[in-house]
């Protein structure tokens, strides 16, 4: 794990259909991201790390605010209308998971459904485009991971900072056999993280909430 | 040079599918996608979207001559064909989409049957226009590495 940048942001692209997998990974790449595709929202998940049962705990300490992954993701794009899951069934899991729901998703659809569109805008969906989505459309994402990579590097220094002060602090409880080692941080540390936390969280809220129509013109 | 003048061809051949509404500016967007590094890309898309599109069609077709005509497994394959089509820009096609979604909404099963010949012959159209545009791109390509490897040959020969 390292929190030096990488050099390219890496998005996940949900899409049942052939095509438009191939469209938007090559559309991707093109807007220089590196780019892993996957056909379901279920198959998106399982690439997350988070499995169908996984009640992530807030209280469970980790050294990386990503639990499972094995990879950084730095944005998910998704298609609405899919077999099984659908995009913002997936959208509704990410943003109900804590190791995930930092990650801004974005959805696809080819259908301009103004109440669709409001609804997962209100979910947490960062943006929303009409297919065929356009390469112009993808200039729209880096605003986005800018956002998180900056957040996840202020979490990551955070946490490494608590388990180093948790380490020295259990290497001392060990010397006096008091009460049981908690894995949970000593109480002092917490406060000011979660503040931090809550702070940048509310401070994208406004965002989130506002519905945005970008490029549609249908306006209810 | 053979490579100008196939050019030239393909130039005037996507031109004509562009008049005859067959294609709209969605393919625009798709050529604009090939490059060096992936100087196969349209026919790659091309190909996936056809392999899809009469694998979608058997199964209109299938599904429409039942006694029971099941209209959500019809809604759900026409609505992937129209998908499809609107993403590679075969916009003819993407319309008869369209049209055979109108006929399910007014529970016609005619107008179902009709929407969906139209939609089996404008692919039948599309399909040999777009055989004959992967084989051009084939051609150029062939060409293009062929100059490739001579040019490398060249400079080997003269170090």
Known sequence: MSIAADSKFHVLAVDDSLIDRKLIERLLKISSFQVTTVDSGSKALEFLGLHEDDQSNPEKPSVSPNNHQEVEVNLIITDYCMPGMSGYDLLKKIKESSSLRNIPVVIMSSENVPSRITRCLQEGAEEFFLKPVQLSDLNRLKPHMMKTKVKTQNQESNEIQLVEKSEIQSQLQQQQPQSPLSPTPPQQQQPPNNNKRKAMEEGLSPDRTRPRYNDITTVV | ?159
């Open chain 2, 1 to 159: 040079m053979a490579l100008l003048a196939l050019k030239a061809q393909l130039s005037a051949f996507v031109q004509s599918m562009f008049d005859e509404g067959l294609l709209d500016g969605q393919f625009i967007q798709i050529q604009a996608l090939q490059d060096e590094t992936n100087p196969n890309f349209i026919a790659e898309v091309i190909t996936s979207f056809c392999n899809d599109a009469e694998r979608i069609i058997t199964e209109l077709n299938k599904y429409m001559t039942q006694q029971n005509v099941d209209f959500s497994k019809l809604e759900s394959c026409v609505h992937q064909l129209k998908g499809s089509s609107s993403s590679i820009g075969a916009h003819r096609l993407k319309l008869a989409c369209a049209d055979l979604q109108q006929a399910f909404d007014e529970k016609n099963k005619g107008g179902c049957l009709k929407a969906l010949n139209i939609i089996t012959r404008e692919y039948c159209i599309l399909g040999g226009k777009f055989e004959t545009l992967i084989q051009l791109e084939k051609s150029i390509l062939a060409i293009k590495s062929n100059q490739q490897q001579q040019g490398s040959y060249h400079i080997a020969k003269s170090t």
